[in-house]
């Protein structure tokens, strides 16, 4: 399976300001998601990256909150901007093979985010 | 939108007893994963079921797809307390490509 190389893993960050977070593949994948999961819950899909193309956004997601950048087929950033406690949680970066047997979707590690 | 509805939301055993969590989806299922996470960690794919009436074992794990497929199972026989986390389902149909997770069922096994 890909290897997700995600960071920063952890971060205490100032309302207002800005964060991004960055996902490395080690191998080359079409899509990317990314997915929000606070404390408790469930994963919630914010976006979905394609190499060359902008970001697929799900409803109640926005890029002006949410921009996302995929340059090439290893690497994604999502920036959370002008944060408020709200967005505290834990954000993860996924990738999905194909090929059989299925083998899921792969997280990165997580980014937990603290906005005081 | 697709639901998938996950019970219980949380469950105590003590070490030894068996544990099912239930996912019951309110369209039908192209297929249904299983992911584990670990407190503190990131969810790990387990398994996926795509026929209707699948069952499929990994060793003290059975999963199962309904006859219907709107409707999965993760049973463990004898837990440990290796099998601590939280399980998660996650449907995939309604014309989406893109799975959709269901709550998950928190497991703490009492030694």
């Known amino acids: 399976s890909a290897v997700i190389s995600q960071k920063p893993s952890r971060d205490i960050c100032q309302r207002g300001t800005s964060l991004t977070i960055q996902c490395q593949v080690d191998s080359q994948v079409t899509m990317m998601f990314w997915y929000r999961q606070q404390p408790g819950q469930s994963l919630t899909l914010i976006a979905t990256a394609n190499q060359g193309s902008e970001a697929t956004y799900e409803s109640g997601f926005v890029i002006d909150k949410f921009p996302i950048s995929r340059p090439n087929l290893t690497f994604s950033t999502l920036t959370v901007s002008n944060m408020s406690p709200e967005d505290s949680s834990i954000y993860l970066c996924?990738?999905?093979?194909?090929?059989?047997?299925?083998?899921?979707?792969?997280f990165g590690s997580g980014t937990r985010l603290t906005v005081v | 939108g697709q639901q998938v509805m996950q019970i219980p939301q949380y469950q105590h055993v003590q070490e030894g007893e068996d544990f099912t969590t239930y996912c019951n989806s309110s369209?039908?299922?192209?297929?249904i994963q299983w992911y584990k996470q670990r407190p503190g960690g990131h969810p790990v794919f387990l398994i996926q079921l795509v026929k209707s009436g699948e069952v499929k074992k990994q060793k003290r794990l059975t999963f199962q797809f309904g006859e219907a497929k709107k409707n999965s199972s993760l049973h463990i026989t004898a837990t440990q307390t290796t099998d601590v986390g939280t399980y998660f389902c996650a449907g995939t149909g309604g014309g989406s490509y893109i799975p959709t997770f269901g709550r998950g069922t928190s497991l703490i096994v009492h030694p």
């Open positions: 369209t039908t299922l192209s297929n």
């Open positions: 996924s990738v999905v093979e194909t090929g059989f047997p299925s083998r899921g979707y792969t």
